[in-house]
């Protein structure tokens, strides 16, 4: 994705019964596949059917930011043909449901490091990226060579290109970057700067671990761990985390 100016405008989710932003680790395709003795990327396969139904599901529930983490900087290391599979895949999706999201004015964005992404996925993220900029029925964050870690480190780079001064002594350049870094100013060079903090992050697969997804965005949103595998994964599921939500009181290190 194109890097685009910092907006800080994040949105405060408090006292909302509704997250305004649900983000899935979408774990367990592999094991459900081999349980019934299919290959791994039968389970990927499945797996994009349970994508429509959530991005369905979270568009009528009026929840506005969906974000999904489809691979990560670390997926790499799995077998070159998986690897592929799953680059495949996103291409597949991107072209097949690209009417779904413009004729439900659903905008897609990326996280992650397009750059080391192949060309051709590189190509169906911008066009659908382009194609539904202006849609506002619900944003989906298709995280994709994405890590928490990387995010950040990338975001740093940019930060300090954009406020060491040019000219000025390293020690004098150092002292106006750090007096120009805080939470804010920093956050608004993350991937996607306009995107609320997670509210709300849903693990399927039955392990309880963040691994890496939106590290920054996750400081208070409130965990869901779900023993379904993600091809078995239902708008009764989603229900389920959305009441566990709603019941949740949340002080963001404050006091009641
Ligand atoms: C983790 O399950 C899942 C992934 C690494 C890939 C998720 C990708 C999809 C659901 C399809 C592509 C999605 C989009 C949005 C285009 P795993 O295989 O590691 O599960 P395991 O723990 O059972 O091995």
Redesign the pocket.
């Known amino acids: 994705m194109a890097f685009q100016e910092p907006d800080s405008s994040r949105t405060d989710t408090r006292d909302s019964a509704l997250p305004s932003h649900v983000g899935f680790i979408?774990?367990?395709?592999?094991?459900?596949a081999?349980a019934l003795g299919k290959p791994?990327t039968f389970?990927?396969q499945e797996?994009?059917k349970?994508?429509k139904t959530i991005v369905q599901a979270t568009r009528d529930h009026g929840i506005p930011f969906l974000s999904?983490?489809?691979?990560?900087t670390e997926?790499w290391k799995r077998a070159a043909d998986e690897v592929r599979f799953?680059m495949d895949?996103?291409v597949i999706?991107?072209r097949k449901e690209y009417d779904f999201y413009r004729s439900n004015h659903i905008r897609v964005v990326h996280s992650g490091d397009m750059e080391k992404l192949p060309l051709k996925v590189q190509k169906e993220l911008e066009l659908v990226i382009t194609d539904t900029a202006s849609f506002d029925s619900l944003t989906v964050n298709?995280a994709?060579n994405y890590g928490g870690r990387d995010e950040i480190l990338r975001a740093f780079k940019r930060f300090a290109s954009a406020n060491l001064p040019a000219g000025s002594s390293h020690a004098e350049g150092l002292r106006q970057m750090s007096s120009a870094l805080n939470e804010q100013s920093f956050s608004a060079y993350l991937d996607y700067p306009n995107i609320p903090d997670l509210d709300l992050l849903i693990r399927t697969?039955g392990?309880q671990r963040i691994s890496n997804f939106m590290m920054w965005q996750s400081a208070y949103s409130e965990l869901f761990f779900s023993e379904k595998?993600?091809p078995e994964y239902s708008t009764a599921d989603l229900e389920l985390a959305l009441e566990f939500f709603k019941n949740r009181q949340r002080r963001f290190g404050g006091t009641s």
């Open positions: 979408m774990d367990g395709n592999g094991r459900w081999r791994r389970g990927h797996g994009l349970t994508v999904l983490y489809a691979f990560s997926n799953l895949l996103v999706h991107l298709l994709i697969g392990e595998m993600w």
